[in-house]
């Protein structure tokens, strides 16, 4: 059971340069999610798709978009690597909960993708 | 959401039970208790999650109390590879944000 795939596992980029990360996820989940986790911060949510055809912004989504390329994959895109944007990025899918909504299920996580930016 | 305390560390033998407390005091009646842990270099694993009564599944039991305050998690017999992370979460059962809050968790390490 493959669960969430994320591609790369590790990057170095320099500053500037655009990249998009891959997930995909064979669960048949209508919802994914795109995190960052930093030393000390804990997870935090750039970007969220409900559904295949929507996505919404999270806590941090500045420099960075996001594609629902279908149910499957969930893709994110750095369009010019800042610095700050060095981290540990996870993408999560879930289940639809009660009338059609994720709410109350449980996100199911990948392995991340390490991004140093110089 | 409601805010929950974990112990920053604990230890246990393999083999043993591990039991990590959580406390929720301000945790409303639509609110769920979930627990997630994360094992190095991973990414963080859903473990289990109840409203009020208490769950057992394939990896974990949770021990919900009856004013819903605090729970515990019990890892029957924990092994070396439990050692983690483990987050306690405390999420509205209709949670428009659809972000999970991870606070700094519980490092749970198993002894040999």
């Known amino acids: 059971n493959a669960g969430v795939t994320q591609t790369p596992k590790f990057q170095v980029l320099k500053t500037g340069q655009s990249m998009t990360l891959q997930c995909a996820q064979d669960?048949?989940?209508?919802?994914m999610y795109w995190y960052r986790q930093d030393p000390g911060m804990g997870l935090r949510l750039i970007y969220y798709?409900?559904?295949?055809?929507?996505?919404d912004k999270g806590e941090v989504p500045n420099g960075y978009n996001v594609s629902r390329l279908n149910k499957r994959e969930f893709s994110l895109r750095l369009e010019s690597a800042a610095p700050s944007q060095t981290s540990v990025y996870f993408c999560?899918?879930?289940?639809?909960?009660?009338?059609?909504?994720?709410?109350?299920?449980?996100?199911?996580f990948g392995d991340g993708t390490r991004l140093s930016i110089l | 959401d409601a805010k929950t305390t974990q112990p920053p560390s604990m230890d246990c033998a393999e083999g043993r039970a591990a039991n990590l407390p959580c406390n929720h005091s301000?945790?409303?009646?639509?609110?769920?208790v979930y627990w997630y842990r994360q094992i190095h270099s991973q990414g963080p694993q859903y473990i289990i999650h109840?409203?009020?009564n208490n769950e057992t599944n394939e990896m974990a039991s949770l021990i919900i109390t009856e004013d819903r305050k605090s729970s515990t998690l019990i890892l029957p017999h924990a092994t070396l590879r439990d050692t983690a992370v483990y987050y306690c979460?405390?999420?509205?059962?209709?949670?428009?944000?659809?972000?999970?809050?991870f606070g700094s968790g519980t490092r749970l390490l198993v002894r040999p």
């Open positions: 999560a899918s879930s289940d639809s909960g009660d009338r059609g909504t994720p709410h109350n299920q449980p996100q199911h």
């Open positions: 669960m048949n989940h209508n919802s």
């Open positions: 798709s409900a559904s295949e055809g929507t996505t």
């Open positions: 301000t945790i409303s009646g639509n609110e769920y």
């Open positions: 109840g409203l009020k």
């Open positions: 979460i405390v999420r509205p059962r209709m949670d428009s944000s659809y972000k999970l809050i």
